[in-house]
Each structure stands twice: as structure tokens, then as C-alpha cells.
Nanobody
Framework: QVQLVEFGGGLVQAGDSLRLSCAAS????????MAWFRQAPGKEREFVAA????????NYDNTVKGRFTISRDNAKNTVYLQMNSLKPEDTAVYYC?????????????????WGQGTQVTVSS
């Protein structure tokens, strides 16, 4: 089974950029489709972006399309989320997720493995 650890969260101002990283261990990273989700206080966990095993296929939620970019480095067992033009509504705990089966799915239930999350706070 894969273990996931997120890095890179923090407090930034609106308009700033931030890059999140998720390091995987314990299994063959390239066997997993990867995704980022986020959860704001009092809200359900929501899809942000996903990427297929080879990195050739990506999927984004409309709220982040054009501002966020998901990528992966299979040699480093890491998936990234580059976040530009951040807005206060992007404030949330961001989670990395992995699935052997569901390529670029936006459903929480499609992912069996999750990291512990990293807080991103965007001030106005």
C-alpha cells in the first residue's frame, strides 16, 4: 500500500503562488493515478485536480482551471500542485489521494489512499 505525505502549505496573500508536494512511499508510485482534493471548514471535501499514471492525462475542477497545474515526477515518487493567482476562497486543507483504478476521477470515493493534509490559507 502507498503512504502519502503532503508538504508546502502555508499562509499567503491573494494573488500569490504556492506549490504543494505529495511524497509517496511503500509501493510503486507509477502504478497509481493521483489527485488533489481540498476541504474548507464546514464544507465537504471537494475535487481539485487529478493526473494519470504517466502524467499524460489531467483533469481539473472548473474553479481552479487556468490557475492550478497538477504534475508528477515518477522518478521522485512525487505529485505536485502549482497554485497561482490564489484567492481567499482557495483556503482549505489540501489532501493528496491515490487510486490504482480510477484515472483522473473527481469522486472522493474513487481514491483508497489519502495523505494527512496540508493547510493553505489565503488572506485578502
Amino acid at each position: 500500500q502507498v503512504q502519502l505525505v503532503e508538504f508546502g502549505g502555508g499562509l499567503v496573500q491573494a494573488g500569490d503562488s504556492l506549490r504543494l508536494s505529495c511524497a509517496a512511499s511503500g509501493d510503486t508510485f507509477s502504478s497509481y493515478h493521483m489527485a488533489w482534493f481540498r476541504q474548507a471548514p464546514g464544507k465537504e471535501r471537494e475535487f481539485v485536480a487529478a493526473i494519470g499514471r504517466s502524467g499524460g492525462i489531467t483533469n481539473y475542477d472548473n474553479t481552479v482551471k487556468g490557475r492550478f497545474t497538477i504534475s508528477r515526477d515518477n522518478a521522485k515518487n512525487t505529485v505536485y500542485l502549482q497554485m497561482n493567482s490564489l484567492k481567499p476562497e482557495d483556503t482549505a486543507v489540501y489532501y493528496c489521494a491515490a487510486s490504482r483504478i480510477s484515472m483522473t476521477s473527481a469522486r472522493v470515493g474513487s481514491y483508497a489512499y489519502w495523505g494527512q493534509g496540508t493547510q493553505v490559507t489565503v488572506s485578502s
